[in-house]
């Protein structure tokens, strides 16, 4: 990732295009989790996440 102002120019790593959005998409999961369990709704401990399904 390249930005160039006039004369100036500052290079980046590909991974910290990447690195803000993923940090901010865990940070607002972990307040999902932990409004749910404030609330008595806590996740299903037989639910698998990834998949969508719930574990026999």
Known sequence: ???QSGDKKTEYPFWNL?????????????????FRRSS??????????LLGKLLD
């Open 1 to 3: 990732m390249v930005f």
């Open 40 to 49: 008595g709704n806590p996740i299903n401990s037989k639910a698998e996440v």
């Open 18 to 34: 990447l690195n803000g959005p993923i940090a901010d998409a865990i940070w607002h999961v972990g307040q999902v989790v932990s």
